[in-house]
């Protein structure tokens, strides 16, 4: 899993450049001809040199390392778990289309920074199964695949109650 380092806290205004960054990051990373940083200036507005201090700063929060693994790849592994992806649980399925939109919202909260993708994932998941009344909130085959075993304490309960707000207050 990745470790972030102590991410300063970010102003909106920067999130486009953060995101800009992160897109020619994972472009460069996937092996594949990128375009060069002044065409990507033209397209995106950012100057060359903005956006290669804000790549740097990517990579040092990241420790370097972009294979870290994503909050979204986690929930998706922990909805396989649970069998969403069999055709006979389809009908019975009340979160799996909700939950990539509820990401892309809590991705927003500077709350979620430096918390482990795992967390974030199984906060996600309970939310939504809380919402949508499917009980139990979080079934043991996802403490058995996890080991978290108890989500009334710790990282995880912090994490449940921050997004439990955040959807309580129109997120």
């Not at 075993?149 to 109650?161: E, F, P, S, V, Y």
Request: charged share 15%.
């Amino acid at each position: 899993m990745c470790q972030s380092s102590a991410i300063p806290t970010l102003e909106p205004s920067q999130w486009p450049l953060i995101l800009c960054s992160c897109i020619i990051l994972a472009a460069e990373r996937s092996g594949q001809s990128t375009p060069p940083y002044q065409q990507v200036e033209i397209v995106s507005g950012f100057d060359v040199h903005s956006m290669m201090a804000m790549s740097s700063n990517v990579m040092t929060w990241l420790h370097q390392d972009l294979s870290c693994i994503s909050v979204l790849r986690v929930t998706q592994l922990y909805v396989e778990r649970l069998g969403h992806y069999l055709q006979e649980f389809k009908q019975l399925d009340k979160i799996t289309a909700e939950i990539q939109s509820f990401l892309l919202k809590v991705s927003c909260s500077p709350i979620t920074a430096g918390v482990r993708p795992s967390a974030v994932a199984a906060a996600v998941l309970v939310v939504l199964r809380r919402q949508k009344g499917q009980v139990p909130y979080w079934p043991v085959a996802l403490e058995l695949m996890t080991g978290y075993t108890n989500i009334h304490d710790g990282d995880l309960a912090a994490c449940i109650a921050h997004l439990q707000d955040l959807l309580d207050h129109g997120l």
